[in-house]
Protein backbone atom coordinates (compact mmCIF):
# COMPACT_ATOMS: atom_id res chain seq x y z
CA UNK A 1 0.00 0.00 0.00
CA UNK A 2 2.77 2.28 0.58
CA UNK A 3 4.31 1.51 -2.74
CA UNK A 4 1.08 2.09 -4.20
CA UNK A 5 0.75 5.77 -2.57
CA UNK A 6 3.95 7.02 -3.94
CA UNK A 7 3.65 8.72 -7.00
CA UNK A 8 5.78 8.06 -9.57
CA UNK A 9 8.85 9.97 -10.03
CA UNK A 10 7.90 11.84 -12.93
CA UNK A 11 5.30 13.59 -10.76
CA UNK A 12 6.94 13.93 -7.68
CA UNK A 13 10.30 15.37 -9.04
CA UNK A 14 8.94 18.62 -9.47
CA UNK A 15 7.50 18.86 -5.99
CA UNK A 16 10.55 18.57 -4.44
CA UNK A 17 12.52 20.67 -7.10
CA UNK A 18 10.49 23.44 -6.36
CA UNK A 19 10.61 22.54 -2.45
CA UNK A 20 14.47 22.97 -3.11
CA UNK A 21 13.59 25.90 -4.39
CA UNK A 22 11.71 27.84 -1.89
CA UNK A 23 13.81 26.59 1.11
CA UNK A 24 17.21 27.37 -0.79
CA UNK A 25 15.15 30.99 -1.33
CA UNK A 26 14.44 31.21 2.49
CA UNK A 27 17.62 30.24 3.75
CA UNK A 28 19.45 32.98 0.62
CA UNK A 29 16.73 35.42 1.84
CA UNK A 30 17.89 35.43 5.28
CA UNK A 31 21.76 35.60 4.27
CA UNK A 32 21.27 38.43 1.90
CA UNK A 33 18.97 40.24 4.44
CA UNK A 34 21.87 39.48 6.87
CA UNK A 35 24.75 40.79 4.58
CA UNK A 36 23.07 43.95 3.45
CA UNK A 37 21.97 45.24 6.29
CA UNK A 38 25.67 44.59 7.92
CA UNK A 39 26.73 45.91 4.42
CA UNK A 40 24.83 49.18 4.68
CA UNK A 41 25.41 49.70 8.50
CA UNK A 42 28.80 50.47 7.01
CA UNK A 43 27.79 53.08 4.89
CA UNK A 44 29.02 52.45 1.30
CA UNK A 45 28.02 53.83 -1.88
CA UNK A 46 24.48 52.34 -3.54
CA UNK A 47 26.36 50.22 -6.38
CA UNK A 48 27.84 47.93 -3.77
CA UNK A 49 24.84 46.65 -2.41
CA UNK A 50 22.39 47.37 -5.26
CA UNK A 51 22.82 43.73 -6.12
CA UNK A 52 21.57 42.21 -2.35
CA UNK A 53 18.77 44.52 -2.75
CA UNK A 54 17.96 43.27 -5.96
CA UNK A 55 18.97 39.60 -4.10
CA UNK A 56 16.19 40.40 -1.30
CA UNK A 57 13.42 41.07 -3.30
CA UNK A 58 14.40 38.34 -5.59
CA UNK A 59 14.76 35.93 -2.91
CA UNK A 60 11.27 37.10 -1.54
CA UNK A 61 9.40 36.73 -4.24
CA UNK A 62 11.44 33.29 -4.70
CA UNK A 63 10.50 31.75 -1.68
CA UNK A 64 6.69 31.96 -1.79
CA UNK A 65 6.31 31.83 -5.74
CA UNK A 66 8.02 28.25 -5.85
CA UNK A 67 6.51 27.52 -1.98
CA UNK A 68 3.12 28.01 -3.99
CA UNK A 69 4.36 25.99 -6.95
CA UNK A 70 5.67 23.02 -4.44
CA UNK A 71 2.21 22.86 -2.89
CA UNK A 72 0.37 22.75 -6.45
CA UNK A 73 2.52 19.80 -7.56
CA UNK A 74 2.65 18.13 -4.79
CA UNK A 75 -0.68 17.97 -4.31
CA UNK A 76 -1.63 17.10 -8.00
CA UNK A 77 0.69 14.45 -7.66
CA UNK A 78 -0.66 13.04 -4.44
CA UNK A 79 -4.32 14.05 -5.62
CA UNK A 80 -3.58 11.91 -8.72
CA UNK A 81 -2.39 8.45 -7.03
CA UNK A 82 -5.46 8.38 -4.46
CA UNK A 83 -7.98 7.20 -6.89
CA UNK A 84 -5.21 4.24 -8.00
CA UNK A 85 -4.67 3.55 -3.85
CA UNK A 86 -8.92 3.10 -3.78
CA UNK A 87 -8.97 1.51 -7.16
CA UNK A 88 -6.77 -1.33 -5.74
CA UNK A 89 -8.54 -1.52 -2.55
CA UNK A 90 -11.73 -1.89 -3.97
CA UNK A 91 -10.66 -4.54 -6.16
CA UNK A 92 -8.78 -6.32 -3.33
CA UNK A 93 -12.25 -5.88 -1.52
CA UNK A 94 -14.57 -7.26 -3.77
CA UNK A 95 -13.31 -10.91 -3.40
CA UNK A 96 -13.86 -10.53 0.13
CA UNK A 97 -17.87 -9.44 0.18
CA UNK A 98 -19.28 -10.79 1.77
CA UNK A 99 -18.13 -13.68 3.80
CA UNK A 100 -14.38 -12.61 4.10
CA UNK A 101 -15.65 -8.94 6.04
CA UNK A 102 -17.87 -10.78 8.01
CA UNK A 103 -15.21 -9.84 11.46
CA UNK A 104 -14.90 -6.02 10.59
CA UNK A 105 -17.62 -3.72 12.32
CA UNK A 106 -19.06 -1.28 9.66
CA UNK A 107 -17.98 2.17 11.33
CA UNK A 108 -14.27 0.86 11.41
CA UNK A 109 -14.69 -0.22 7.15
CA UNK A 110 -15.85 3.18 6.30
CA UNK A 111 -13.00 4.34 8.62
CA UNK A 112 -10.60 2.69 6.56
CA UNK A 113 -12.05 3.07 3.06
CA UNK A 114 -12.45 6.91 3.92
CA UNK A 115 -9.71 8.08 6.83
CA UNK A 116 -7.20 5.74 6.23
CA UNK A 117 -6.87 5.97 2.47
CA UNK A 118 -7.21 9.83 3.08
CA UNK A 119 -3.96 9.33 5.01
CA UNK A 120 -1.98 7.64 2.74
CA UNK A 121 -1.67 11.23 0.35
CA UNK A 122 0.66 12.51 3.39
CA UNK A 123 3.03 10.06 2.46
CA UNK A 124 4.45 11.82 -0.34
CA UNK A 125 3.10 15.57 0.89
CA UNK A 126 4.40 14.82 4.31
CA UNK A 127 7.01 12.28 4.83
CA UNK A 128 8.93 11.78 1.46
CA UNK A 129 8.97 15.85 -0.20
CA UNK A 130 9.84 17.27 3.59
CA UNK A 131 12.89 14.47 3.80
CA UNK A 132 14.15 14.82 0.81
CA UNK A 133 13.56 18.63 0.64
CA UNK A 134 15.29 19.44 3.89
CA UNK A 135 17.49 17.16 3.50
CA UNK A 136 19.35 18.71 0.28
CA UNK A 137 18.41 22.78 1.96
CA UNK A 138 20.70 21.09 4.58
CA UNK A 139 23.76 19.93 2.69
CA UNK A 140 23.85 23.09 0.34
CA UNK A 141 23.70 25.04 3.31
CA UNK A 142 26.37 23.32 5.56
CA UNK A 143 28.79 23.55 2.21
CA UNK A 144 28.32 27.21 1.86
CA UNK A 145 28.64 27.30 5.32
CA UNK A 146 32.09 25.69 4.97
CA UNK A 147 33.10 27.61 2.59
CA UNK A 148 32.34 31.07 4.44
CA UNK A 149 33.46 29.97 7.98
CA UNK A 150 34.69 26.18 8.14
CA UNK A 151 34.30 26.15 11.87
CA UNK A 152 30.30 27.47 11.71
CA UNK A 153 29.98 25.02 9.38
CA UNK A 154 30.98 22.22 11.16
CA UNK A 155 28.98 23.59 14.54
CA UNK A 156 25.70 23.83 11.97
CA UNK A 157 26.30 20.10 10.81
CA UNK A 158 26.40 19.06 14.23
CA UNK A 159 23.81 20.90 15.22
CA UNK A 160 21.69 19.69 12.48
CA UNK A 161 22.80 15.88 13.11
CA UNK A 162 21.60 16.75 16.84
CA UNK A 163 18.77 18.00 16.21
CA UNK A 164 17.23 14.99 13.98
CA UNK A 165 18.32 12.61 16.69
CA UNK A 166 16.89 14.39 19.57
CA UNK A 167 14.37 15.95 17.80
CA UNK A 168 13.19 12.02 16.61
CA UNK A 169 13.73 10.73 20.17
CA UNK A 170 11.41 13.69 21.72
CA UNK A 171 8.85 13.22 18.55
CA UNK A 172 8.66 9.44 19.34
CA UNK A 173 8.37 9.77 23.40
CA UNK A 174 5.93 12.42 23.36
CA UNK A 175 3.48 11.77 20.65
CA UNK A 176 4.59 8.60 18.94
CA UNK A 177 2.20 6.33 20.84
CA UNK A 178 -0.57 8.81 20.13
CA UNK A 179 -0.33 8.91 16.34
CA UNK A 180 0.01 5.11 15.51
CA UNK A 181 -3.41 5.11 17.76
CA UNK A 182 -4.87 8.17 15.75
CA UNK A 183 -6.42 5.39 13.04
CA UNK A 184 -7.45 3.08 15.04
CA UNK A 185 -9.36 5.87 17.81
CA UNK A 186 -10.70 7.57 14.79
CA UNK A 187 -12.10 4.38 13.27
CA UNK A 188 -13.95 3.37 16.91
CA UNK A 189 -15.35 6.71 16.44
CA UNK A 190 -16.65 6.33 13.52
CA UNK A 191 -18.08 2.72 14.51
CA UNK A 192 -19.73 3.82 17.83
CA UNK A 193 -21.34 6.67 15.99
CA UNK A 194 -22.79 4.09 12.95
CA UNK A 195 -24.22 2.08 15.72
CA UNK A 196 -25.76 4.87 17.16
CA UNK A 197 -27.46 5.96 14.23
CA UNK A 198 -28.43 3.30 12.11
CA UNK A 199 -30.26 1.60 15.33
CA UNK A 200 -31.35 4.52 16.98
CA UNK A 201 -34.84 3.46 17.06
CA UNK A 202 -33.89 0.20 18.86
CA UNK A 203 -31.79 1.92 21.40
CA UNK A 204 -34.78 4.33 21.97
CA UNK A 205 -36.99 1.29 22.38
CA UNK A 206 -35.15 -0.66 24.81
CA UNK A 207 -33.58 2.48 26.78
CA UNK A 208 -30.44 2.12 25.77
CA UNK A 209 -29.49 5.27 24.30
CA UNK A 210 -27.64 6.80 27.08
CA UNK A 211 -25.20 3.73 27.25
CA UNK A 212 -24.71 4.10 22.84
CA UNK A 213 -24.32 7.99 23.63
CA UNK A 214 -21.87 7.47 26.35
CA UNK A 215 -19.90 5.08 23.96
CA UNK A 216 -19.78 7.98 21.53
CA UNK A 217 -18.25 10.21 24.10
CA UNK A 218 -15.91 8.04 25.29
CA UNK A 219 -14.95 7.09 22.13
CA UNK A 220 -14.60 10.93 21.27
CA UNK A 221 -13.01 11.48 24.51
CA UNK A 222 -10.14 8.94 23.79
CA UNK A 223 -9.71 10.54 20.05
CA UNK A 224 -9.10 14.00 21.45
CA UNK A 225 -6.89 12.96 24.32
CA UNK A 226 -4.46 11.22 21.72
CA UNK A 227 -5.15 14.29 19.24
CA UNK A 228 -3.68 16.42 22.23
CA UNK A 229 -0.79 14.54 23.21
CA UNK A 230 0.31 14.93 19.32
CA UNK A 231 0.05 18.01 19.56
CA UNK A 232 2.34 18.39 22.73
CA UNK A 233 4.75 16.37 21.04
CA UNK A 234 4.75 18.86 18.07
CA UNK A 235 5.55 21.71 20.73
CA UNK A 236 8.41 20.00 22.13
CA UNK A 237 9.77 18.81 18.98
CA UNK A 238 9.67 22.44 17.55
CA UNK A 239 11.57 23.86 21.60
CA UNK A 240 14.10 21.69 20.93
CA UNK A 241 14.75 22.57 17.34
CA UNK A 242 14.61 26.06 17.81
CA UNK A 243 17.12 25.49 21.38
CA UNK A 244 19.44 23.41 18.71
CA UNK A 245 19.43 26.81 16.22
CA UNK A 246 20.14 28.58 18.48
CA UNK A 247 23.17 26.87 19.99
CA UNK A 248 23.95 26.18 16.15
CA UNK A 249 24.09 30.33 16.13
CA UNK A 250 25.82 30.70 19.32
CA UNK A 251 28.82 27.91 17.98
CA UNK A 252 28.90 30.00 14.45
CA UNK A 253 29.58 33.43 16.77
CA UNK A 254 32.03 31.74 18.51
CA UNK A 255 34.18 30.64 15.99
CA UNK A 256 33.18 33.83 13.31
CA UNK A 257 34.58 36.44 16.72
CA UNK A 258 38.11 35.46 16.42
CA UNK A 259 37.90 35.35 12.03
CA UNK A 260 36.76 38.66 12.45
CA UNK A 261 39.52 39.80 14.86
CA UNK A 262 42.06 38.00 12.65
CA UNK A 263 40.93 39.03 9.61
CA UNK A 264 39.71 36.53 8.31
CA UNK A 265 36.26 37.79 8.15
CA UNK A 266 34.40 40.57 7.35
CA UNK A 267 31.44 42.22 9.74
CA UNK A 268 28.70 41.28 6.72
CA UNK A 269 30.33 37.69 6.22
CA UNK A 270 29.48 37.21 10.41
CA UNK A 271 26.34 38.17 10.23
CA UNK A 272 25.55 35.86 7.02
CA UNK A 273 27.70 33.09 9.20
CA UNK A 274 25.35 33.85 12.20
CA UNK A 275 22.10 33.97 10.85
CA UNK A 276 22.28 31.37 8.57
CA UNK A 277 21.52 28.48 11.04
CA UNK A 278 18.70 29.95 11.83
CA UNK A 279 17.12 30.04 8.23
CA UNK A 280 17.59 25.98 7.66
CA UNK A 281 16.73 24.87 10.85
CA UNK A 282 13.41 26.69 9.50
CA UNK A 283 13.51 24.19 6.53
CA UNK A 284 15.18 21.22 8.57
CA UNK A 285 12.53 21.56 11.34
CA UNK A 286 9.54 19.81 9.18
CA UNK A 287 12.35 16.31 9.12
CA UNK A 288 11.25 15.23 13.15
CA UNK A 289 7.65 15.83 12.12
CA UNK A 290 7.85 13.84 8.59
CA UNK A 291 9.14 11.10 10.82
CA UNK A 292 5.51 11.14 13.08
CA UNK A 293 3.89 11.86 9.98
CA UNK A 294 4.92 8.39 8.83
CA UNK A 295 3.99 6.59 11.97
CA UNK A 296 0.14 8.16 11.21
CA UNK A 297 0.79 6.92 7.68
CA UNK A 298 1.93 3.17 8.70
CA UNK A 299 -0.36 2.80 10.50
CA UNK A 300 -2.88 3.68 8.46
CA UNK A 301 -1.54 1.22 5.60
CA UNK A 302 -1.27 -2.02 8.11
CA UNK A 303 -4.79 -1.29 9.16
CA UNK A 304 -5.91 -1.21 5.23
CA UNK A 305 -3.54 -4.53 4.47
CA UNK A 306 -5.03 -6.00 7.22
CA UNK A 307 -8.54 -5.59 5.91
CA UNK A 308 -7.45 -5.98 2.23
CA UNK A 309 -4.33 -8.29 1.82
CA UNK A 310 -2.77 -8.70 -1.22
CA UNK A 311 -3.54 -12.44 -0.99
CA UNK A 312 -7.19 -13.90 -0.16
CA UNK A 313 -7.40 -15.98 3.04
CA UNK A 314 -8.65 -19.62 2.62
CA UNK A 315 -12.46 -20.08 1.90
CA UNK A 316 -12.11 -17.31 -0.63
CA UNK A 317 -12.77 -18.58 -4.21
CA UNK A 318 -9.83 -17.00 -6.78
CA UNK A 319 -10.70 -16.94 -10.68
CA UNK A 320 -8.38 -19.57 -12.76
CA UNK A 321 -5.19 -18.22 -14.52
CA UNK A 322 -6.71 -19.68 -17.50
CA UNK A 323 -10.51 -20.04 -17.03
CA UNK A 324 -12.96 -22.41 -19.26
CA UNK A 325 -15.82 -21.13 -21.21
CA UNK A 326 -19.02 -21.77 -19.55
CA UNK A 327 -20.89 -22.64 -22.83
CA UNK A 328 -23.80 -24.49 -20.78
CA UNK A 329 -27.68 -25.03 -22.35
CA UNK A 330 -30.38 -22.13 -21.64
CA UNK A 331 -31.59 -23.99 -18.11
CA UNK A 332 -28.44 -26.13 -17.13
CA UNK A 333 -27.98 -28.74 -14.47
CA UNK A 334 -26.29 -28.23 -11.13
CA UNK A 335 -24.77 -31.23 -9.58
CA UNK A 336 -22.79 -31.24 -5.97
CA UNK A 337 -20.66 -34.53 -5.18
CA UNK A 338 -18.64 -35.17 -2.17
CA UNK A 339 -18.73 -31.41 -1.87
CA UNK A 340 -17.03 -29.61 1.71
CA UNK A 341 -16.47 -26.02 2.65
CA UNK A 342 -15.98 -23.33 5.58
CA UNK A 343 -16.58 -20.19 6.31
CA UNK A 344 -13.41 -17.35 5.85
CA UNK A 345 -11.05 -17.59 8.69
CA UNK A 346 -13.34 -20.69 10.33
CA UNK A 347 -11.15 -23.73 11.27
CA UNK A 348 -14.42 -26.09 10.99
CA UNK A 349 -16.08 -26.68 7.77
CA UNK A 350 -19.75 -25.69 7.42
CA UNK A 351 -20.59 -28.35 4.72
CA UNK A 352 -18.99 -32.08 4.47
CA UNK A 353 -19.53 -34.79 1.93
CA UNK A 354 -22.68 -32.95 0.26
CA UNK A 355 -24.33 -34.25 -2.57
CA UNK A 356 -27.13 -32.56 -4.21
CA UNK A 357 -28.58 -32.64 -8.48
CA UNK A 358 -30.54 -29.94 -9.29
CA UNK A 359 -31.90 -30.93 -12.57
CA UNK A 360 -33.18 -28.05 -15.45
CA UNK A 361 -36.74 -26.41 -14.17
CA UNK A 362 -36.84 -28.53 -11.33
CA UNK A 363 -37.83 -26.53 -7.57
CA UNK A 364 -36.08 -27.98 -4.87
CA UNK A 365 -36.97 -27.27 -1.12
CA UNK A 366 -33.59 -27.69 1.36
CA UNK A 367 -34.53 -27.18 4.95
CA UNK A 368 -32.94 -27.63 8.14
CA UNK A 369 -32.44 -26.22 11.07
CA UNK A 370 -30.19 -23.36 11.78
CA UNK A 371 -26.75 -23.33 11.67
CA UNK A 372 -27.08 -26.96 9.10
CA UNK A 373 -25.11 -25.12 6.41
CA UNK A 374 -27.94 -23.72 4.32
CA UNK A 375 -26.61 -20.51 3.52
CA UNK A 376 -23.11 -22.09 3.06
CA UNK A 377 -24.56 -24.58 0.24
CA UNK A 378 -26.16 -21.14 -1.47
CA UNK A 379 -22.54 -19.04 -0.93
CA UNK A 380 -21.57 -22.32 -2.47
CA UNK A 381 -23.35 -22.22 -5.62
CA UNK A 382 -23.04 -18.37 -6.15
CA UNK A 383 -19.51 -18.84 -5.78
CA UNK A 384 -18.84 -16.23 -2.63
CA UNK A 385 -17.58 -18.96 -0.66
CA UNK A 386 -14.61 -21.71 -1.91
CA UNK A 387 -15.39 -25.15 -2.19
CA UNK A 388 -13.37 -28.79 -2.07
CA UNK A 389 -15.22 -31.70 -4.02
CA UNK A 390 -17.25 -31.00 -7.02
CA UNK A 391 -19.36 -28.52 -8.11
CA UNK A 392 -20.57 -28.62 -11.82
CA UNK A 393 -22.97 -26.74 -14.59
CA UNK A 394 -23.41 -28.96 -17.04
CA UNK A 395 -21.07 -31.02 -16.49
CA UNK A 396 -18.64 -27.79 -16.25
CA UNK A 397 -16.29 -27.70 -13.05
CA UNK A 398 -17.63 -24.16 -11.22
CA UNK A 399 -13.70 -23.88 -10.14
CA UNK A 400 -12.70 -23.89 -13.79
CA UNK A 401 -14.35 -20.79 -14.89
CA UNK A 402 -14.55 -16.94 -14.16
CA UNK A 403 -17.03 -16.50 -11.05
CA UNK A 404 -18.16 -13.81 -12.64
CA UNK A 405 -19.65 -16.36 -15.43
CA UNK A 406 -21.16 -19.01 -12.54
CA UNK A 407 -23.28 -15.56 -11.24
CA UNK A 408 -24.77 -14.84 -14.56
CA UNK A 409 -26.13 -18.04 -14.66
CA UNK A 410 -26.87 -19.07 -10.72
CA UNK A 411 -28.66 -15.94 -9.09
CA UNK A 412 -29.33 -15.74 -5.04
CA UNK A 413 -31.98 -13.68 -3.64
CA UNK A 414 -30.54 -13.14 -0.28
CA UNK A 415 -31.74 -13.70 3.27
CA UNK A 416 -32.00 -9.99 4.15
CA UNK A 417 -32.13 -7.95 0.66
CA UNK A 418 -30.16 -5.07 0.16
CA UNK A 419 -32.37 -2.03 -0.52
CA UNK A 420 -30.28 1.49 -1.32
CA UNK A 421 -31.80 4.63 0.23
CA UNK A 422 -33.04 5.91 -3.49
CA UNK A 423 -36.27 5.38 -4.81
CA UNK A 424 -37.96 1.83 -6.44
CA UNK A 425 -36.53 2.43 -9.56
CA UNK A 426 -32.79 3.21 -9.01
CA UNK A 427 -33.10 -0.22 -6.50
CA UNK A 428 -34.18 -2.39 -9.53
CA UNK A 429 -32.11 -1.04 -12.29
CA UNK A 430 -28.70 -2.09 -11.12
CA UNK A 431 -29.82 -5.16 -11.96
CA UNK A 432 -30.65 -4.41 -15.54
CA UNK A 433 -29.78 -0.65 -16.52
CA UNK A 434 -31.21 -1.18 -19.55
CA UNK A 435 -34.95 -1.50 -18.79
CA UNK A 436 -37.75 1.18 -19.47
CA UNK A 437 -39.96 1.86 -16.74
CA UNK A 438 -42.89 0.16 -18.45
CA UNK A 439 -40.60 -3.43 -17.81
CA UNK A 440 -39.75 -2.70 -14.57
CA UNK A 441 -43.29 -1.84 -13.78
CA UNK A 442 -44.41 -5.22 -15.47
CA UNK A 443 -41.64 -7.04 -13.41
CA UNK A 444 -43.34 -5.52 -10.38
CA UNK A 445 -46.65 -6.73 -11.54
CA UNK A 446 -45.52 -10.59 -11.71
CA UNK A 447 -44.20 -10.02 -8.59
CA UNK A 448 -47.10 -9.06 -6.42
CA UNK A 449 -45.82 -5.80 -5.90
CA UNK A 450 -48.44 -3.84 -8.94
CA UNK A 451 -50.96 -2.25 -6.96
CA UNK A 452 -48.49 -1.48 -3.67
CA UNK A 453 -46.61 0.72 -6.69
CA UNK A 454 -49.20 2.28 -7.86
CA UNK A 455 -50.48 3.40 -3.95
CA UNK A 456 -46.77 4.41 -3.49
CA UNK A 457 -46.83 6.68 -6.16
CA UNK A 458 -44.53 4.61 -8.75
CA UNK A 459 -41.00 4.28 -9.56
CA UNK A 460 -40.05 7.12 -7.86
CA UNK A 461 -41.38 6.08 -4.37
CA UNK A 462 -38.74 5.65 -1.74
CA UNK A 463 -38.00 2.53 -0.25
CA UNK A 464 -35.82 4.45 2.89
CA UNK A 465 -31.97 3.02 3.96
CA UNK A 466 -31.72 -0.51 3.88
CA UNK A 467 -35.28 -0.54 2.73
CA UNK A 468 -36.85 0.98 6.25
CA UNK A 469 -40.00 2.09 4.13
CA UNK A 470 -41.09 -1.29 2.97
CA UNK A 471 -42.36 -4.50 4.57
CA UNK A 472 -40.42 -7.41 4.55
CA UNK A 473 -42.19 -9.50 2.45
CA UNK A 474 -42.32 -6.67 -0.17
CA UNK A 475 -38.28 -6.25 0.13
CA UNK A 476 -38.10 -10.07 -0.60
CA UNK A 477 -40.32 -9.76 -3.71
CA UNK A 478 -38.32 -6.83 -4.39
CA UNK A 479 -35.63 -9.01 -4.54
CA UNK A 480 -37.29 -11.41 -6.49
CA UNK A 481 -38.09 -8.62 -9.65
CA UNK A 482 -34.64 -8.09 -9.41
CA UNK A 483 -33.61 -11.64 -9.94
CA UNK A 484 -36.28 -12.26 -12.90
CA UNK A 485 -34.49 -8.43 -14.62
CA UNK A 486 -31.09 -10.16 -14.40
CA UNK A 487 -32.89 -13.68 -15.80
CA UNK A 488 -30.61 -16.21 -13.63
CA UNK A 489 -31.32 -19.58 -15.06
CA UNK A 490 -31.20 -20.88 -11.83
CA UNK A 491 -32.25 -18.91 -8.77
CA UNK A 492 -31.27 -19.58 -5.44
CA UNK A 493 -33.62 -18.00 -2.41
CA UNK A 494 -32.56 -17.93 0.69
CA UNK A 495 -35.05 -18.24 3.72
CA UNK A 496 -37.51 -15.55 1.85
CA UNK A 497 -39.77 -16.48 4.75
CA UNK A 498 -37.41 -15.02 7.38
CA UNK A 499 -38.61 -11.44 8.11
CA UNK A 500 -42.26 -11.92 7.35
CA UNK A 501 -45.19 -13.38 9.41
CA UNK A 502 -46.92 -16.76 8.79
CA UNK A 503 -49.59 -15.51 6.29
CA UNK A 504 -47.84 -13.31 4.22
CA UNK A 505 -44.65 -16.31 4.10
CA UNK A 506 -47.24 -18.90 2.40
CA UNK A 507 -47.99 -15.79 -0.44
CA UNK A 508 -44.75 -14.90 -0.83
CA UNK A 509 -42.97 -18.81 -1.49
CA UNK A 510 -45.81 -19.23 -3.33
CA UNK A 511 -45.12 -16.47 -5.99
CA UNK A 512 -41.50 -17.18 -5.67
CA UNK A 513 -42.17 -20.54 -6.87
CA UNK A 514 -45.01 -20.29 -9.67
CA UNK A 515 -43.03 -17.06 -11.10
CA UNK A 516 -39.78 -18.80 -11.86
CA UNK A 517 -42.22 -22.00 -12.94
CA UNK A 518 -43.63 -19.58 -15.77
CA UNK A 519 -40.19 -18.82 -16.83
CA UNK A 520 -38.52 -22.87 -16.87
CA UNK A 521 -35.87 -21.56 -14.68
CA UNK A 522 -34.83 -23.86 -11.55
CA UNK A 523 -35.31 -22.93 -8.13
CA UNK A 524 -33.46 -23.71 -4.68
CA UNK A 525 -35.87 -22.40 -1.77
CA UNK A 526 -33.79 -22.39 1.15
CA UNK A 527 -36.19 -23.06 4.46
CA UNK A 528 -36.29 -23.84 7.45
CA UNK A 529 -40.07 -24.19 7.45
CA UNK A 530 -42.55 -26.14 5.56
CA UNK A 531 -43.57 -24.94 1.95
CA UNK A 532 -46.46 -26.83 0.47
CA UNK A 533 -45.41 -30.17 -1.50
CA UNK A 534 -47.68 -28.98 -4.91
CA UNK A 535 -45.07 -26.12 -4.91
CA UNK A 536 -42.29 -27.77 -5.01
CA UNK A 537 -40.55 -31.13 -6.82
CA UNK A 538 -38.45 -32.39 -4.13
CA UNK A 539 -36.97 -31.31 -0.71
CA UNK A 540 -33.50 -32.23 0.71
CA UNK A 541 -32.55 -32.08 4.26
CA UNK A 542 -29.44 -30.79 5.82
CA UNK A 543 -27.92 -31.11 9.27
CA UNK A 544 -24.76 -30.46 10.79
CA UNK A 545 -23.30 -29.54 7.12
CA UNK A 546 -24.66 -33.08 5.82
CA UNK A 547 -27.25 -34.19 3.48
CA UNK A 548 -29.94 -36.79 5.80
CA UNK A 549 -32.83 -37.03 3.24
Partial sequence: MLRLALPPLRRLWAAIAFGVLSGGSAVALLASSAWLIARAAEQPALMYISLAVVGVRAFALGRAFFRYLERL??????????????TELYTRLVPLAPDGLGGTRRGDLLSRLANDVDELQNYPLRVVQPLVTSG???LLTVVGAFLLLPGAAIGLLLALLLAFVAGTLVNSWASGRAERRLSPLRADLSDAVTDLVRSLDVLTAFGALDAAQQRVDEASARLTAAVRSRAVGVALTGAVVSVLAGAATAIALAAGIPA??????DGPGLAVAALLPLAVFEVFGTVPLALGAWRQVVASAERISTTAPDELPAGIPVDPASPRQLVVRSVPELELRGLSARWPGASRAVLSDVAVRIEPGERVLLTGPTGAGKTAVAHVLTRLVDYTGSYTIDGIEAATVRQDDVRR?????????????????QNLLFAKDTATDDELLAVLERVGLGDWTAERGGLDAAVGERGALVSGGQAQRIALARALLADFPVLVVDEPTANVDGAVADRVVRDILTTAAQDGRSVLVISHTRVPDELIDRSVRLEDGRVVA
Fill in 73 to 86: SGHDAAFRQLPEVR
Fill in 409 to 425: IVGLCEQQPYLFDADLR
Fill in 260 to 265: LDAGQL
Fill in 136 to 138: LIA
